[in-house]
């Protein structure tokens, strides 16, 4: 059963590019988190999604940001207009279901993003 | 908002030792899981052990074990007999058993193992 899969692990960008980070959860996963780490920090909450479904995204920037999990397909992060601060970790995180379950979330191996 | 706070930045231990990682935490609710995430160098986030707030009994999971103080709202990590492969990040998290669906982590602490 693979686990949650990121791609690209890397990805550079030049200031005003557009950066596309996808998330496939791991196998029966329906619920996908996406976080963001910057240096020497912790994990900050970005958004929750279900299929096709945005539930909270609380903690989305208001502009340039956006996700989606569509029907089929992994989930994408998507940053457009990149800017020096946007560089950070990406990180997916998937659930088989909302609470009450085993509660813990399953962490892709992040996307490091860099702009140039 | 919930918050999770670990105060201690930073913190080594001997190997085979013992180290405990403090995590404190904020909320209101009374049905909850913590727990504490592993980060090392290669940036993947492991779940080391979880505890549901309903159990009293604190969860313990091989070498690693939590002090969970619910009226305190106290969550410590404790590593017995340290190895090297211990080193990383440690992330204490948060998550409603009720409400919602984020984790709340708190900013982590950094442990190293020296040999």
């Known amino acids: 059963n693979a686990g949650v899969m990121q791609n690209p692990r890397h990805l550079v960008r030049r200031r005003g590019q557009e950066a596309r980070l996808r998330c496939s959860p791991m196998?029966?996963?329906?619920?996908v988190y996406w976080y963001r780490q910057l240096p020497e920090e912790g994990l900050k909450f970005m958004v929750y999604l279900q299929k096709e479904n945005i539930i909270d995204e609380s903690g989305m920037p208001k502009e340039r940001f956006s996700a989606e999990f569509p029907k089929e397909g992994p989930s994408i992060l998507r940053i457009q207009q990149v800017v020096r601060g946007d560089s950070a970790a990406y990180f997916c995180a998937s659930s088989p279901r909302t609470a009450p379950n085993t509660g813990e979330l399953f962490f892709g191996e992040g996307s490091r993003l860099t702009v140039l | 908002a919930q918050t999770v706070t670990q105060s201690q930045p930073e913190m080594s231990v001997q190997e085979a030792e013992t180290v405990t990682l403090s995590c404190t935490y904020d909320t209101s609710e009374s049905d909850y899981y913590l727990f504490w995430y592993k980060q090392p160098p290669s940036r993947q986030m492991i779940l080391v052990i979880r505890?549901?707030?309903?159990?009293?009994q604190n969860a313990t999971e091989n070498r690693f074990s939590v002090n969970f103080q619910k009226a305190a709202k106290s969550f410590s990590l404790k590593i017995s007999d340290s190895q090297l492969g211990d080193a990383a990040m440690y992330f204490c998290a948060y998550r409603s058993a009720n409400t919602g669906n984020q984790f709340y982590f708190g900013t982590g602490t950094s442990l190293t193992v020296i040999p």
């Open positions: 505890q549901e707030a309903y159990k009293q």
């Open positions: 196998k029966g996963h329906s619920h």
